[in-house]
């Protein structure tokens, strides 16, 4: 019966009432996504921004708003070079680091900014690599990192020296967080961090194994963000729909490849 009806609604009402009906059905969403816009064209002045959101009644004008003072802080920084390391193209990721400054395109900025604009003091990266966010973040914030890796950095072909580890303000851990034990082993270091990144081997199994695991740890509530890299990978997308918090994909202003930001200040909501 209700088929019938929705058919005979779309048969036989003009198409300007069914537009009129649409718009009061969802004036709740329409408003949000007007003042979203409106803070963009008067903050940014960047138009463009690619987004979407698990759940629209979660996701409140302040997170839009406190993102578009991320989006303006990364804008106004230039990451600069570190000069006693020499230039080697055969390097793994020696490219994302020479354009580890380029906004958009890259995220190093979009997580600088995001970090000082909070004034966060506790910065997780699951995902090494050649540590570019770890100098960027160690250059230009004053967050403390632990960061992850399956294989050590001196072992791998990094961007990170022993300078970095100079003042204790660098940590990295090698453990696999999808090891039910070294989850357990860290799992109180995860909550007390403000922002986490992950950016790992984007398998996905990894990602949805180890937000599985996220997801079932009780948070003290705190302002608190996850931010994942490479979020349009085929391999990511799964993962990212299965998030349920207020979250946005930020990728038009961070990494080409895509760049997603949570709240998880009160936990992380993963499920199908
Ligand atoms: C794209 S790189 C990370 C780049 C890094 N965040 C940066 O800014 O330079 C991905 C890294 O994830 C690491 N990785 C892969 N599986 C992992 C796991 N289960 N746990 C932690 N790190 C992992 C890889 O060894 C690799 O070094």
């Known amino acids: 019966m209700k088929n019938k009806i929705i058919y005979w609604y779309k048969k036989y009402v003009p198409r300007g009432i069914q537009k009129l009906f649409y718009i009061l059905k969802n004036i709740d969403e329409l408003i949000k996504l007007g003042l979203f816009n409106f803070e963009l064209n008067k903050d940014t002045r960047m138009s463009q921004l690619t987004w979407t959101y698990a759940n629209s009644s979660n996701v409140d004008k302040k997170f839009v708003s406190r993102i578009t003072e991320y989006i303006n802080a990364a804008n106004n920084l230039d990451l600069q070079f570190d000069t006693s390391i020499e230039p080697d193209k055969s390097r793994q990721y020696e490219f994302e680091y020479t354009n580890m400054n380029m906004f958009p395109g890259e995220h190093y900025r979009m997580l600088v900014g995001i970090i000082n604009t909070e004034n966060f003091k506790n910065f997780m990266e699951i995902g090494t690599g050649s540590g570019i966010a770890s100098k960027a973040i160690l250059n230009k914030t004053n967050a403390d990192i632990n960061t992850f890796d399956i294989i ?115 936990g992380l909501i993963y499920k199908d």
């Open 152 to 266: 050590p950095w001196r072992e791998d072909d990094s961007h990170l020296t022993k300078v970095e580890f100079t003042n204790n303000r660098l940590t990295q851990i090698t453990e696999n967080l999808s090891n039910p034990q070294s989850f357990r082993k860290y799992s109180e270091l995860i909550s007390s961090s403000d922002l986490i990144l992950l950016d790992a081997d984007k398998s996905g199994t990894f990602e949805d194994s180890l937000l599985t695991k996220i997801s079932t740890i009780s948070f003290e509530i705190k302002y608190r963000l996850l931010f994942i890299d490479d979020i349009r990978y085929f391999s990511m997308y799964k993962i990212w729909k299965k998030i349920h918090n207020p979250k946005i994909d930020l990728t038009s202003f961070g990494h080409w490849s895509g760049s997603g930001l949570v709240d998880i200040s009160n």
